[in-house]
């Protein structure tokens, strides 16, 4: 059997303990069309079967994972109600949880002070980033490593900022002695490093980078959604590692629970070091 179907039976009895907490309120008894519901999820899943088998062993499929079974179930169960999450009256508990999970990912870097929230995934949330920064830094350039993920560049389009691209040396990271000339020549507003590129998987040396914010005053945003979580890892080389214990000194970073986090699709989180930027939003 290639999926894990034992966890199931514990979806009715959560769904019978959150169906106790509305005891309180008149009676009331949905009707649903059993057979055609049945009909649609058989024809669903015969579709389904056309789909790569993320859950098995033998498929390496580059950042796809299957979700966590009891993050599967969970949002099973948050699903019978479907909270809006967009305003506290809409899904007070269910905020109240994204507000623990931010923090618990935000911890993961050494963050206890901190503004963040969940959104659909990593281009949206690196599109919230970029657009913090040419807040804060407005007419300054937009710059990231040639292997940075293309919606960097699409963001910075539709936000109407700079964007160049900086090459990347023969380990796939983006070339410091190319980026120490550009800083030199132009006014840099935003450096994106990569930590796990789609393609490769190189990690851009944020060590490194944070030295040249020191004499460039520039925003480093981290842009993580693929290789966020390998904070967790203890086996990284010393070159990876030592960019991944200096992500608590960036300004902004997104990680994407919906990949190596094992959540449901889509999930992203952005971050941001600094808490008094959440001024821009209101």
Known sequence: ??????????????????????????????????????????????????????????????????????????????????PNNHALDGGRASSAMEKEAVAQIAHMYGWENHLGHLCGGGTMANMEALWVAGRLQPDRKIVASSQAHYTHRRISDVLQLNFESVPVDTRAKIDLNTLEKILRQEDIGIVVATLGTTACGSVDPLHELLELQQHYRFRVHVAAAYGGYFALADNLDSDVQASFDRLNKVDSIVVDPHKHGLQPYGCGCVLFRDPSVGTIYT
């Open 1 to 82: 059997m290639t999926l894990e179907l034992e966890s199931f039976k514990l979806l009715y009895e959560s769904l019978k303990h959150l169906d106790e907490g509305f005891r309180h309120l008149p009676e009331f008894t949905s009707k649903v069309d059993l057979e055609r519901i049945q009909r649609v999820l058989g024809d669903v899943a015969e579709r389904m079967r056309d789909n790569y088998p993320y859950p098995h062993p033998l498929y390496a499929g580059q950042m796809l994972k299957p979700p966590h079974p009891v993050a599967r179930l969970a949002y099973a169960l948050s699903m019978w109600i479907n």
